[in-house]
C-alpha cells in the first residue's frame, strides 16, 4: 500500500473569497493550492449527499494506490466509495480517530 498526502479538509460555514460551486453535490470548496499547507475549506450546502460527519470534521487526504485496501483496513466507511470523475473515485473512512479522504485515479 502507498498513500501520498494531498491536502487537509476544514469544514467551514462563511465562504472565501475563490471558492468554486459543485452544483451536483452542492458545496463550495477552495483551491487547495491559494493557501499554505495544502488547506481546502469547505462549505455544504442544504441537499448535499455527503454525511453530516463530512460537514462538521476535518479530514486529511490521500492518494493511494488501491482505494479498496485503504477502505478495508479503516474502522469504519463514512461514505464511499463514489466516482468524482471518469478517472478518479474517493470515500472517506475513519481511521484510529481520524476523518480520511481516499483519492484513486483509475
Not at 477552495?30 to 455527503?50: H, R
Not at 463530512?54 to 486529511?60: C, D, S, T, W, Y
Not at 473515485?89 to 481520524?98: L, N, Q, Y
Amino acid at each position: 500500500m502507498a498513500a501520498e498526502y494531498m491536502h487537509i479538509g476544514i469544514p467551514i460555514t462563511n465562504k472565501k473569497p475563490g471558492m468554486v460551486y459543485n452544483e451536483g453535490a452542492k458545496f463550495w470548496v477552495s483551491n487547495v493550492d491559494d493557501y499554505d499547507y495544502k488547506i481546502e475549506y469547505l462549505k455544504f450546502e442544504e441537499g448535499t449527499p455527503f454525511p453530516e460527519e463530512i460537514h462538521r470534521n476535518p479530514h486529511v487526504a490521500y492518494r493511494v494506490d488501491d482505494l479498496q485496501k485503504y477502505i478495508d483496513d479503516a474502522d469504519s466507511v463514512i461514505c464511499g466509495p463514489m466516482d468524482v470523475s471518469e478517472t478518479a473515485r474517493i470515500a472517506f473512512v475513519w481511521k484510529d480517530g481520524a476523518m480520511i479522504e481516499l483519492y484513486e485515479e483509475h
